[in-house]
C-alpha cells in the first residue's frame, strides 16, 4: 500500500542555521509528490510540489525540495532559517486517478533564537 | 472569497448528536475533498467528490460519515450519533488541476 513517512516528529533548529526534513514514500508508480506548511491557526499551504523533470524543486518562502528516485526520497531543505518558518510541516504523495493526497504525520519545526 | 471556506470553525457537541461541517470551494474548481487530522496525525482521506460523478467515499470510517454536494459547488460533511473519537480538525479541499487548495478547517471537539 502507498504510504509517506516523516521519521521526524519534531525537529529543533537554530535561527539562521539550514534546515533538512525527512520524507520517504512507498508508491510503485512516478509519484507526485508534494510539502505542505500548516502554521499555528492556519490552513494548509502547499510550498513545493514535484511531478517530473527536475529533481531538484524549488518553493516558495526559500524551500526546496529534491526527489531522489532511488532513495524513495523527497526531502525538505532551507539554508537558512527565519523564526516565522516555526510550523508544522507535511510531506505528501498523490496516489490514483483522483488525485487523493497520502499523507505523512508531519514534523513540528521549532526555531531557537 | 478568493479562497476555500468552511463553517463553523469551532463545533462542540455531545456524543450522539449529529453535526453538520460546511465546506465552500473555489469557484470553478471541480474537485471536492475531505480530509480528517487527528491530534498528532497526519491528514487522513475521507471522501472526494469530482463534477457530476459518483463521489469516492472509500475513506469514509464508518456508516455513520457521508457527505454531499449540492449543484457541484457546496459541499455538507455530516456525522451522525457522534463518538469521541470523532473529535477532529476536518479539513476541505478544491482543486480545478493537481494542487489542492485547502480552508481553516472545522475543529470538531464531541465532549
Known amino acids: 500500500a502507498q504510504s509517506v513517512t516523516q521519521p521526524d516528529i519534531h525537529i529543533t533548529v537554530s535561527e539562521g542555521a539550514s534546515l533538512e526534513l525527512r520524507c520517504n514514500y512507498s508508491?510503485?508508480?512516478?509519484?507526485?509528490l508534494f510539502w505542505y506548511v500548516q502554521s499555528p491557526g492556519q490552513g494548509l499551504q502547499l510550498l513545493l510540489k514535484?511531478?517530473?523533470?527536475d529533481t531538484l524543486v524549488q518553493g516558495i518562502k526559500g524551500f526546496e525540495a529534491e526527489f531522489k528516485r532511488s532513495q524513495s526520497s523527497f526531502n525538505l531543505r532551507k539554508p537558512s532559517v527565519h523564526w516565522s518558518d516555526a510550523a508544522e510541516y507535511f510531506c505528501a504523495v498523490v496516489v490514483g486517478s483522483n488525485y487523493q493526497l497520502i499523507w505523512g504525520a508531519g514534523t513540528k519545526l521549532i526555531i531557537k533564537p | 472569497g478568493a479562497g476555500v471556506s468552511q463553517s463553523p470553525s469551532n463545533k462542540v457537541t455531545e456524543k450522539g448528536k449529529d453535526v453538520e461541517l460546511r465546506c465552500d470551494p473555489i469557484?470553478?474548481?471541480?474537485?471536492l475533498y475531505w480530509y480528517r487530522q487527528s491530534l498528532g496525525q497526519g491528514l487522513e482521506f475521507l471522501i472526494y467528490f469530482q463534477g457530476n460523478s459518483a463521489p469516492d467515499k472509500s475513506g469514509l470510517p464508518s456508516d455513520r460519515f457521508s457527505a454531499e454536494r449540492t449543484g457541484g459547488s457546496v459541499s455538507t460533511l455530516t456525522i451522525q450519533r457522534t463518538q469521541q473519537e470523532d473529535s477532529a480538525v476536518y479539513l476541505c479541499?478544491?482543486?480545478?488541476?493537481?494542487?489542492?487548495?485547502f480552508g481553516p478547517g472545522t475543529r470538531l471537539t464531541v465532549l
Open positions: 508508491y510503485g508508480a512516478t509519484p507526485y
Open positions: 469557484s470553478g474548481h471541480t474537485a
Open positions: 514535484y511531478f517530473s523533470g
Open positions: 479541499a478544491s482543486s480545478f488541476t493537481n494542487e489542492q487548495f
